[in-house]
């Protein structure tokens, strides 16, 4: 989805020399994009994997695994998009793959550039805000389709979607890990068996409760993709980071819907930026393949939870249903 | 509240305040002396008062089943303020009782007659946005929950004192709960309740989410927010623009922390006199008792929750 802003992103760099793109399952797609673009395609991962440093992997979450451990067997870095993977044990491989070559894992969480989040630490670690007692976010947008509704491509639909962003926000607030999930799961927007709305409540290690409503639930009409909005109760104040509302409003004289045109900061150039920057100078990327791993349990905790109707801890992910 | 069903009563035409009483001498006096009304000493001598119809029952929720059980024996149609009780039991015997005495019980839901929440809920129930899937409510206000509100055992928190009102409009408009999960918190550490996020799944399948909060600075705050398999519908009060007024005086018209809406009548007055058809019998109750029942065991579950961090199945 992201791909034609990355690939725009890796244009503005002086330092980015060379820049391939690889489709295997839709190679025309490829060339046509690459040509819009002034690029090069390759058709196979061997080819591209010969010529280049890093790697951008775009395609469905459930090829993540072999695509990033093919890439570290042949030393090259890798941000992959998110979710990570579609399991813990895929995660877990990529994360040990990559550490055993010696190569950067980041993943694709561009949240963590935004200034209006990166003030919010900020007052909050200056005590503006107090002890966290509670956050109510939202990451909401609108149905992609394509594989993120192929559940065997996709490993499922809304919560793997939309809570890993807002899951790693919570983490980098608060300083601590997620505890357990709750998560009422829906399927009443699109009535299909892909989940495309999602409530969730998380316990977080500093005893404080978030809730993520992570649903496709803009329509087609919305004026912009939709939103990350995290509200903060402190003990000291109340903050409230609405992360993309800034934007100017268009209202075409034709009947077309109105749109919300952002003028915030490009937060996918900051964070390609941030990956280049770790993979020239050996420096940690902002999310690395650990920060992708907690995020994507926080959703498969929430999918265990709608299974069983109870609270989900993340250490008993492997047996979620179990009481006591 | 009493106080402002006072004010009600003086704006209608349809009805009068004919007395008062309370559990404190000197509210009563107060509020009489405002009104031009008669004090009754006791509970007793006003619903045996002949000339009464029907008594407004605006203590504390803990303190609603005695004096409204007092009018139903006594005759008189009981108008509670919600929540209904305080606990399950006294609600059912209300219910009970009202029903065996034949005469109304009404419950004061206002939201249900302010004009956002009325045109929200006839947009969806007239199906401008297909079957609600998702939905958020959020009620804040900025006024701390003191005296009796300080105590959980008497007045719920922001769960019974604020949350409800969502309840029982998200009842109306979607349908029955089926389970309910919440987290609350009180941010001195001490007191009542001052925050609190509550998770509805309906048996339709919709899920919602409802904040209930009384830690804003200042003002008050409404939003809503329905999506739907046909679209999606928002309301937010700090969208109504409709009059602002810059001044160095203090600007904004509110009542003890609630809104002004620059709408042609005041809810309270619109529920007063729908009440007042009600009794005359050329109405049927919006809230009775079935509904408020509904609202106060969602209510009540999630208070449930909140103190055992587990799901409740209604």
């Known amino acids: 989805m992201h791909s034609r802003s990355y690939l725009l992103a890796l244009a503005a760099r002086d330092d980015v020399r060379d820049v391939l793109l690889l489709d295997e399952s839709r190679p025309a797609l490829a060339d046509e994009v690459a040509s819009q673009l002034g690029i090069d395609t390759v058709k196979t991962a061997a080819e591209l994997l010969d010529h280049v440093d890093a790697v951008i992997i775009t395609s469905a979450n459930a090829d993540h695994r072999r695509m990033a451990v093919e890439a570290a067997g042949a030393g090259v870095h890798v941000l992959a998009e998110k979710p990570l993977a ?15 070559a010696g190569v950067v894992l980041a993943i694709a969480f561009p949240c963590p550039f935004s200034p209006a989040f990166r003030a919010l630490c900020e007052r909050y670690s200056q005590g503006d805000l107090g002890r966290l007692l509670a956050i ?32 790693d926000l919570l983490r980098r607030l608060t300083g601590t890990d997620p505890v357990s999930v709750y998560a009422e799961i829906g399927h009443g927007l699109y009535h299909q068996t892909w989940d495309d709305s999602g409530l969730l409540t998380i316990a977080m290690g500093d005893e404080s409760i978030a809730t993520l409503d992570c649903s496709w639930s803009r329509p087609a009409s919305y004026p912009t993709w939709g939103d990350v909005n995290l509200k903060v109760i402190g003990t000291k104040a109340t903050a409230d980071a609405r992360l993309f509302d800034q934007y100017i409003a268009h209202y075409p004289s034709e009947s077309a819907p109105a749109r919300w045109i952002s003028w915030g900061s490009d937060l996918d150039a900051l964070m390609i930026d941030d990956f280049i920057d770790a993979v020239t100078s050996s420096q940690r990327p902002m999310s690395t393949g650990e920060d992708g791993l907690w995020a994507l349990k926080v959703a498969l905790a929430a999918y265990a939870s709608g299974s069983c109707g109870a609270p989900v801890g993340l250490d008993t992910l492997d047996r979620p249903c179990e009481r006591g | 509240m009493g106080a402002r069903h006072a004010v009600c009563l003086q704006v209608s035409e349809q009805a009068t305040l004919a007395g008062v009483w309370s559990r404190t001498a000197e509210h009563a006096a107060l509020l009489a002396a ?48 919600k929540p209904l009780a305080r606990s399950m039991a006294e609600a059912e015997l209300l219910l009970r009782e009202a029903k065996r005495a034949g005469v109304l019980l009404l419950t004061g839901h206002v939201v249900r007659f302010f004009p956002a929440f009325r045109a929200l809920h006839d947009q969806v129930v007239s199906g401008t946005i297909g079957r609600p899937a998702v939905i958020h409510m959020s009620r804040e206000t900025a006024t701390p929950l003191t005296g009796w509100r300080a105590d959980m ?45 509550t998770t509805l799944r309906f048996e339709s399948g919709a899920i919602a989410e409802v904040e209930s909060s009384a830690l804003r600075a200042s003002g008050f705050r409404t939003y809503g927010e329905i999506a739907g398999d046909q679209g999606l519908l928002t309301y937010d009060s700090e969208l109504d623009q409709a009059l602002s007024v810059d001044t160095d005086a203090p600007g904004r018209a509110v009542w003890q922390g609630l809104p002004t809406s620059y709408a042609g009548r005041s809810a309270y007055v619109e529920q007063l006199e729908h009440w ?14 079935d509904q408020a029942c509904a609202a106060l065991r969602v209510a009540l579950a999630a208070l449930d929750s909140a103190a055992s961090a587990k799901a409740v199945t209604l």
């Not at chain 2, 007042?276 to 109750?285: A, L, M």
């Open chain 1, 86 to 100: 579609t399991s813990v044990a895929d995660a877990e491989a990529m994360i040990a793959a990559c550490s055993h």
């Open chain 2, 153 to 197: 055992a008497q007045g719920g928190g922001v769960i019974l004192d604020l949350g409800i009102h969502e309840f029982d409009w998200l009842l109306w408009t979607l349908g029955p709960v089926s389970r309910v999960y919440s987290r609350a918190l009180s941010r001195s550490g001490r007191g009542a309740d001052d925050y609190a996020l």
């Open chain 2, 276 to 289: 007042v058809r009600c009794i005359r019998g050329q109405e049927e109750p919006e809230v009775g008792p």
């Open chain 1, 136 to 167: 109510r976010a939202t990451n909401r947008g609108s149905m992609p389709g394509g594989f993120f509704i192929e559940l065997d491509r996709s490993g499922g639909g809304a919560v793997i979607d939309h809570t890993v962003h807002v899951a």
């Open chain 2, 34 to 81: 405002d009104n031009a009304a008669q004090v009754y000493p006791t509970l007793q001598q006003m619903v045996c008062d002949p000339e009464l119809d029907a008594v407004i029952i605006a203590t504390p929720p803990g303190h609603h089943a005695e004096p409204a059980l007092a009018a139903i024996r006594g005759g008189k149609h009981a108008i509670v303020e």
